[in-house]
Structures are given as structure tokens and as C-alpha cells.
């Protein structure tokens, strides 16, 4: 018996975020629509202002509000931080570049974690500017991630 094959017009195609047929893309559900995120990544940007950096935090599982937004540089970032939890955020550079961050606590769930790599994109997308990112599993490689962008 041959083996049947299935026509092009017939193949399911991937959906969610990565389409390739030239349907609609769909979003991660991740809302970054608080105007006070962009209010304070405005700060972060402005070079007039002693703001350097900008975290951000779940509201529920799919909304993001602002947590901190200071001066300082990696120890005041850091003291910011709960392992428990997932943060994004941006920061800018002593040389006037922007990155975006990320940090996942070592006692963040599973679940939470999956939501986070789900989010990151939309997350990252939200800071205008940025030229790359700073990623952390910890505290500790956080900032040595951080000592290596000249934070």
C-alpha cells in the first residue's frame, strides 16, 4: 500500500506566536498597557534624570505594573529584588546604552517561570530603545551579568 501524504492546502499550520502561514499572530496576553510603565522608562531614558533603572512586576498572571523605578546602580537594583518572584525591566548604562532585564528568583514556581519565557518578548517589546538584554536565574549572576554592561 502506498504511503499517503497529506496536500500543502490540507497541512495544519503552527499556531500562537510563531506563524509562518500568513495568518494573524497572536499576542502572549501579556498587558503592559499601565501608562505608568511607560511614564517611568521615560525617566529611566531621560538623560537629565538620576533614574537609571526600572522594574517591573505581575499584577495577577497576565499584567505588569511598575515595582521600582530609582538611581543606583547594581546593589540598589539588587536590593530590589525578591527571589520568590519574576521581574522585568530596563536599565541604562554609565555609557548611555538601554538593556532590558529580566530576573527569576531561585524560589519562583514552575509556573511561574513558563508564564515568564512566555512574556518575555511582549515584556522586552514594551521598553522602547533597548539594544540587548540582562538575564538572571539569581541574584548572584544577575550581578555578574550586570558588572559586565558597566551598570
Known amino acids: 500500500m502506498a504511503a499517503q501524504t497529506a496536500s500543502p492546502a490540507k497541512v495544519a499550520c503552527g499556531g500562537g506566536l510563531f506563524r509562518t502561514d500568513g495568518g494573524v499572530r497572536l499576542s502572549s496576553g501579556l498587558d503592559v498597557s499601565d501608562p505608568s510603565i511607560q511614564e517611568a522608562w521615560a525617566k529611566v531614558r531621560d538623560d537629565m534624570s538620576s533614574e537609571t533603572w526600572l522594574l517591573l512586576e505581575y ?9 521600582a523605578c530609582d538611581a543606583g546602580g547594581t546593589s540598589e537594583l539588587l536590593d530590589a529584588l525578591d527571589d520568590s518572584q519574576v521581574y522585568f525591566g530596563g536599565l541604562r548604562t ?6 532590558c532585564l529580566m530576573s ?17 518578548n511582549a515584556a ?9 538584554e ?4 539569581n541574584k548572584e549572576e544577575l550581578a555578574q551579568k550586570l558588572s559586565k554592561v558597566d551598570f
Do not use: I, Q, S, W
Not at 499584577?59 to 515595582?67: M, S, W
Not at 554609565?94 to 538593556?99: I, L, P, Q, S, V
Not at 527569576?104 to 508564564?115: I, L, V, W
Open 104 to 120: 527569576m528568583g531561585e524560589d519562583t514556581p514552575a509556573m511561574a517561570r513558563g508564564r515568564a519565557a512566555a512574556h518575555k
Open 59 to 67: 499584577e495577577g498572571k497576565t499584567a505588569l505594573k511598575v515595582r
Open 94 to 99: 554609565k555609557a548611555g546604552k538601554f538593556y
Open 124 to 132: 522586552f517589546n514594551a521598553l522602547d530603545g533597548t539594544c540587548d
Open 134 to 137: 540582562v538575564c538572571g536565574n
